[in-house]
């Protein structure tokens, strides 16, 4: 094979590459967006709090065992971790109130 | 005599039409005096940083709802079933927690959906598009809350039937 025919199959082989990848990441962005995954997505680039803006979850690994008798003490225990949760979301103040959205709050 | 009466109320009278005026009355006509177009930049601002915030507490709500139904409820419910002492009050709720957070997983991507349209869309030249926007935003926005607070109630009434079960267990250890 002589060497023109072999720089001009390593060209098509280049270029065939890099147009199957600009098409599946293509494809790939349309479905992150049209199936509504990319305001799932807590990694979004630019939706990630800031340091100050974290607002951890309890730190605790405690899953309630899925076995076992079920006691008065199994029951105080589930109930104490399971407040702890509760709290937590408690403190979120008034998700999705109608405010911000307000005509007063836009300035409209 | 008269003139005194009939001239302050009917000044009266078209103060009150013009005061009642509700504020989503916007006169879109207008492009000097639409506040939408006057404010656009502070307004898609606005919209901006909310779309921020909202997202983070999605993401704080979603952790929590998994955490409830992955460490509590779904091993309660088994070790329930398990243990031969199966709670119907209880498992109803388990299933009401999963429809309804389901509910608020598209309701929320719906909203977000919204909220992306709206800030995409152009405020300066068709203020009117936006406001109708902004209002399908807004209904949107509302269905979410519901199904939070609904999901917030229904967390509070499983935790309100395992102190009654806890009651029971305590009461029967009496009579024991």
Do not use: W
């Not at chain 2, 009642?20 to 601002?45: E, F, G, W, Y």
């Amino acid at each position: 094979m002589s060497p023109n025919r072999t720089n001009h199959n390593l060209l098509v082989l280049g270029i065939l590459s890099v147009s199957i990848a600009i098409i599946t990441t293509v494809v790939s962005l349309v479905v992150y967006h049209n199936s509504g995954d990319i305001y799932l997505d807590r990694s979004r680039p630019g939706f990630l709090p800031d340091e100050d803006e974290v607002q951890k979850l309890p730190e605790t690994n405690y899953t309630f065992p899925s076995s076992g008798a079920i006691t008065e003490e199994a029951l105080n225990e589930y109930i104490e971790h399971f407040q702890e949760v509760v709290d937590y979301i408690d403190d979120l103040e008034s998700p999705f109130s109608s405010a911000p959205l307000s005509d007063e709050s836009l300035g409209i | 005599m008269k003139r005194y009466i009939v001239l302050p109320a009917i000044v009266g009278i078209l103060l009150a039409i013009f005061l009642s005026r509700p504020a989503s009355a916007l006169d879109m006509t207008d492009p000097d005096n639409n506040p939408i177009v006057h404010n656009c930049a502070s307004i898609k601002q606005s919209l901006r940083s909310l779309q921020r915030t909202d997202a983070r507490v999605r993401s704080y709500l979603g952790s929590s709802y998994e955490r409830i139904l992955g460490s509590f409820i779904t091993p309660l419910n088994l070790r329930l079933v398990s243990a031969n002492q199966p709670n119907t009050n209880l498992t109803t709720l388990h299933s009401e927690i999963v429809d309804t957070r389901k509910n608020f997983i598209s309701e929320y991507t719906s909203y977000a959906q919204s909220l992306d349209d709206l800030l995409a869309s152009d405020c300066y030249g068709h203020p009117e598009d936006f406001y109708n926007k902004l209002v399908e935003t807004r209904r949107r926005r509302d269905v979410l809350s519901t199904t939070t607070t609904n999901l917030r109630n229904l967390i509070a009434e499983h935790l309100t039937a395992v102190r009654k079960l806890k009651n029971t267990l305590g009461a029967k250890d009496v009579a024991e």
